[in-house]
Structure formats: C-alpha cells, structure tokens
C-alpha cells in the first residue's frame, strides 16, 4: 500500500513561508491499495488536495475518521468527490453517547455552518466506529478508543504486503507514574499499533508545552517515540505538528528525537511525502 500526507498540521490550519516544508493543512492521509481502493484517514484541510488528485475511474472511497473536533473534519465539504454521482463515499467515525455519526456531522454541514446538508449528498453512507474489524478492498481495518478527549478512534490497516497504523490525536503517556509505562495491555492504542511497519503518531508538544497541557489528548515528540518503542514499530512518523511549530523547529524536535532513540526509525511527517508500506 502506499501512503501519502496531504494534511499534517493539528488544531488549526498554520499555511505559511515558515510552514512551506511540513506543510500548514491539517489532518488527511490518502492509503491506496494495490488494487486501487481508496481510503482517506481524517478529513482535515488536506483533504481538497487530495480530492482533487482522486482517479477518473474510483468509483468509491472510505473515509476513517478519527474523531470530530474541526481540524480533522473542516475540509469535508470541499471534498470533490462528494459531488461526484460516480462515486460512493463511505464515512467511518466515531458517534457520541447521545447522537449518531450522521447526526454528528450534520452539525456542520448544515447552513450556517456550511450551504449543503448532509442528507443531500445521497451517495454518501455513513458507518460508526469503534467496531469489530471490517474490510475494504484488499485491507483489514481495526479500530479502538484511543486517549483524546472525543470520543477518538484510532486505525489499524492490514494488508497482504504490511501494516499501517494511524493514531493523529493521541496522549498514550497520561497518567504514567514516575514516567514509567505500564505493562502493554495498559497502554492506550497498544494492540492498534502493535508491530506496526508504519506508525503516523501524534507528536503535537514539546516536553515544556506538555506540562501545561497534560490531558488534552497530545503527546509530545519523546513520548510518541517511546510509544513506538513500547510497540515495536518499525518506522514512526511524528504528525498533527503544533500550528505554532515553524520548520526549523520540527526540524530540530525531529532530530532530538532521532539522536536519543537510536534504534527507532523515523521519517519527518510532510506534506507530500509518500512511504509504500512493503513495497
């Protein structure tokens, strides 16, 4: 499978010549699969992008959201293929204790928020999550509660040729005693995550901007990097950065967390860049 970054940024879109290289648009990944399925995890910013890019022949796309704070579903809307009557879009995410996923997002895409209402687009089916593992196309798809303030999901996505796990908003580390981690059954997103080839994983913070934020669902670069460790990840790619955070700072952020955890292989999460899962 491969996988492209359209959209990295958290909370709040940051486009900007300090931003050029990683990207201002919040949260969307395009997977494909070898057969052409299309799946599209989170529906952030980067998500017009990607829509744009989608092939003349699809004629159907899944789209696993994580959670519904804005930056994750703000680009929903000007996703071409919504409009599309070739295409089917099948929305995955999570529904609150008292309203459905479709009531959820109708929120939003509903006057004023939006011009078009959801029950117009009659294309589009929505699936709540979490739920026992599914498939779409060649890929297996899990999905569990993750520690963020939601509900959140995070994705597991098997295929023939590897694994791929998506956690963008994600505080594996709250609640650790004296900085130590529990035993694996206790750590949040541990079975999604577990022996993963490619792990996108939050990495919002730094360890000085955690202290003031623990418990709002982030973590920050040497936790998601001891998250990976704990899961034995085979590549961890830090994402959702802090619209604060300028290149040059996740530049350096990067390579602090690389220096200190030698064995751990990391690529910097981008816009643009493409990673083929067992390719």
Not at 25 to 41: P, R, W, Y
Not at 138 to 159: K, M
Request: proline fraction near 7%.
């Amino acid at each position: 499978m491969r996988i492209t970054l359209f959209g990295t940024r958290g909370s709040i879109a940051a486009p900007g010549p300090e931003t050029n290289r990683y990207g201002g648009n919040t949260s969307a990944v395009e997977v494909l699969g070898k057969d052409g399925t299309v799946l599209v995890l989170d529906a952030g910013t980067g998500i017009r992008r990607l829509g744009a890019q989608v092939l003349p022949c699809t004629t159907r796309i899944d789209i696993l959201l994580t959670h519904l704070h804005m930056d994750h579903i703000q680009g929903l809307g000007f996703f071409d293929p919504l409009y599309d009557p070739k295409i089917d879009v099948h929305i995955w995410g999570p529904a609150s204790s008292v309203l459905t996923l479709e009531a959820r997002l109708s929120r939003y895409l509903s006057p004023p928020l939006f011009p078009v209402h959801l029950r117009d687009l009659s294309r589009v089916v929505c699936h709540e999550v979490p739920r026992p593992p599914f498939h779409v196309g060649p890929f297996r798809i899990s999905t569990s509660l993750v520690c963020h303030p939601g509900p959140t999901v995070g994705y597991r996505i098997e295929a023939e040729e590897g694994v791929a796990t998506y956690l963008s908003d994600h505080e594996p580390a709250l609640g650790l005693k004296n900085g130590q981690w529990p035993a694996a059954e206790w750590i949040s997103g541990y079975d999604l995550a577990m022996n993963a080839d490619l792990l996108i994983h939050d990495a919002q913070f730094t360890d000085d901007e955690y202290q003031r934020c623990v418990g709002w669902g982030h973590s920050t670069y040497r936790h998601a990097f001891e998250f990976a460790r704990q899961v034995g990840a085979k590549q961890i790619v830090p994402f959702h950065h802090d619209p604060s955070h300028d290149d040059e700072m996740l530049d350096r952020l990067l390579d602090g967390a690389v220096k200190t955890f030698k064995s751990i292989c990391a690529a910097a999460g981008r816009e643009g860049t493409a990673f083929d899962v067992g390719g």
